[in-house]
């Protein structure tokens, strides 16, 4: 663990994780107890140690324990995060994965610190009686509302404690004006004239760039000077190689891995494509996207839909090559639609800013603690 934080904040929460990869759901939970810092919130962590999170937390400045996480009845892990909420005079214990949501649920109900178990997915949880660790939460956060939703209707949640706060972005970060395009091209080695499509996501399965890559190649075929750009890492990646290989897709569909700086990735592109199949809240980067000023295309799944605003997305469904191709076909045909799309896309996406979500978090801290 790191040494020497200062603790003099009002309220202290211990945020536990037992996901040791880095993606949407991980930068979520460091930038919450980063922008709740801001407001006067001592942030500590409770993670695995090989845990991609505990590092980038402690290069923040927060505490980080690591601790085993093996399971929802590891009893070493649920003593010793008992022992921390003591020591530490945590206040409230929020938890964002399943494992961890068992021990760090019981934990902080035995040693009195209240329970928030944040939901980032959106995948059915298990309806049956034995699940019960959500309905011991004190409240629940969900990323989207079609999550709060099905919680409600098939888990026995309480309407009144549980709401859906989306990852908020932060606006300075995510700028039109961050950057000059021509170069960040450049940097990418993209040729001049060239239409760049791009996606930005861990290289999981449910992602679905198989499909992307799929419909990209149709696309391609009308529009040769075209070029396809996945940012991101993750599992996937050895089987995207090899569909892009299987395909010969390699001058026009590239893997460039993880980036340090999303904004300008993003200020590359000309469209940007999201083909989840299932398991979003409200997407990160599509909110990064628009607030890009980029025209999108997203797939009707999970939390989308908190972002319509009627005209700023084009929403097509799941696991639809072909309606993502015509999409694709559209935005480039249709260049009024695009830069129209593109002109709306900040402005819809206001409300999902950092700020926004960092002071109803802080709100609903307050309230539990006034109870």
């Known amino acids: 663990m790191n040494k020497d934080i200062k603790r003099d904040y009002p309220i202290r929460v211990l945020h536990t994780e037992w996901s040791d990869g880095w993606g949407g759901q991980e930068i979520r939970v460091l930038n919450e107890m980063l922008a709740l810092k801001e407001l006067g919130v001592e942030p500590f962590l409770a993670c695995r140690k090989e845990a991609k999170i505990a590092k980038k937390a402690m290069d923040k400045g927060i505490f980080v324990y690591t601790l085993p996480f093996r399971g929802n ?24 994965s399943g494992k961890d949501t068992w021990v760090g649920g019981f934990a ?5 610190a209240k ?3 944040t939901r980032h997915l959106s995948n059915p949880i298990r309806t049956s009686r034995l699940n019960f660790i959500n309905e011991m939460a004190d409240f629940i956060f969900t990323t989207g509302e079609s999550v709060r939703e099905d919680m409600i209707r098939n888990n026995r949640i309480n309407p009144q404690k549980i709401l859906s706060i989306p990852t908020g972005v932060d606006e ?19 040729p001049d004239g060239y239409f760049v499509v791009g996606n930005l996501a861990v290289l999981r399965s449910f992602k679905r760039h198989d499909l992307l890559i799929e419909a990209f190649e149709i696309f391609n075929k009308q529009y040769p000077k075209s070029i396809l750009l996945i940012a991101g890492d993750g599992p996937q990646r050895h089987n995207l190689e090899n569909i892009i290989k299987k395909r010969e897709l390699q001058e026009s569909v590239k893997l460039i891995g993880h980036q340090d700086t999303p904004q300008k990735f ?5 469209i940007f494509v999201l083909s989840s199949d299932s398991g979003e809240g409200v997407p990160q980067s599509l909110i990064q996207a628009l607030m890009m000023g980029l025209a999108s295309i997203s797939s009707d799944v999970g939390s989308t839909r908190d972002l319509d605003k009627g005209d700023n997305i084009i929403f ?3 696991n639809s090559v072909k309606a993502l191709a015509n999409a694709m076909i559209e935005l480039f045909k249709e260049s009024k639609t695009r830069v129209s799309l593109a002109k709306r896309a900040p402005s819809s996406v206001k409300e999902f ?4 979500m ?10 539990l603690l006034e109870k």
């Open 115 to 117: 329970f928030i178990r």
């Open 316 to 318: 097509v469904p799941s």
């Open 353 to 356: 800013s950092k700020d926004v």
């Open 266 to 270: 993003l200020k590359a592109l000309d």
């Open 108 to 112: 902080s109900k035995l040693s009195g």
């Open 172 to 190: 300075k970060q995510f700028n039109p004006k961050c950057c000059e395009q021509q170069e960040i091209r450049k940097s990418f080695k993209i």
């Open 73 to 96: 009845t590891d009893f070493k892990t649920l003593f010793a995060l008992i022992k921390i909420i003591k020591r530490e005079k945590i206040d409230i214990v929020n938890t964002h």
């Open 358 to 367: 960092a002071n109803r978090i802080y709100k609903i801290y307050e309230m």
